[in-house]
């Protein structure tokens, strides 16, 4: 029989979910900051200034 890992307990349980969450949200402010990059290229050339 294969041997499961032991589980984590409640505290190690919550930690992993609130270092994930603040992994999430970084993730996400760096994807909204690109958007909004590329966004500003695109208008700025648009307009001629490139």
Not at 6 to 22: M, Q
């Amino acid at each position: 029989m294969a041997k499961h890992p032991p589980r984590p307990t409640l505290t190690e349980a919550d930690e992993f979910r609130r270092r994930r969450r603040g992994r999430n949200w970084a993730i996400m402010f760096v994807l909204f900051g690109l958007c909004a990059l590329f966004y500003a290229i695109t208008i700025v050339k648009m307009m001629g200034g490139g």
